[in-house]
């Protein structure tokens, strides 16, 4: 695993990272950090080489996934987890509204990519569908998930966006939407059907913070 970036040896570590430049499920945490302003160093896990099978990696993530957060003898392994850590960590700026119900909206949008679209696009996943069908039925596999997803989500979006996913505040909701929509140009999902959702990713994309937690961005990135 290459490591890149400062290194901090006091018993107070800076925050690590094991990120792949791809991944989306990374791409949640790294948008979260950047914009709560965290400083922390990235460790690139090469996910296109297998690299989350090395019995190096196993010990620090028995799932074999990334991200993975360690803040000093803390390990945590799964993005939506982390997500939530930093928010408890760091409540400020926060990643939910102030609103109980959008609170819980903002929730409800979040898990509903994180549980019901992406695990479907997971590289093991499709790797399974093209043993099983080819390699088109992996392609087809990929975009029929994420459109059927994000039928529900434009729907469910409609009463509620403004700029955002919710009104005009920025939430965990929107950083899980970007990373989702990368992955539906990635396996080129034709958009047209959500205007909505094409019209939040462009204005989240635009911000500052996002843009820094791009797959481009990243010490690891190679084009795909
Ligand atoms: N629930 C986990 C899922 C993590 C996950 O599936 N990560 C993908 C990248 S987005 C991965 O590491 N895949 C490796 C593989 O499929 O071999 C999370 O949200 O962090």
Redesign the pocket.
Known sequence: MKKTGEQQPSTTEKIKLYS?CR????WRVRIALAYKGIPYEYVAVD?ASGE?FSEDFKKLNAF????VLVDNDIVIA???AILEYLEEKYPEPSLFPADIRKKALVRQVVNHI?ASI??LQ???VLKRIEALGGPEERLKWAQHFIKSGFEALELLLTAEAGKYCFGEEFTMADIVLVPQLGNAERFQVDMTNFPLLTKIGEAVSALPYVKEASPQNQPDFVTF
């Open positions: 792949f991944s989306s499920c990374s996910l989350q074999s996934t990334v991200p799964d993005s939506f994180v992406q695990p997971n590289l093991t």
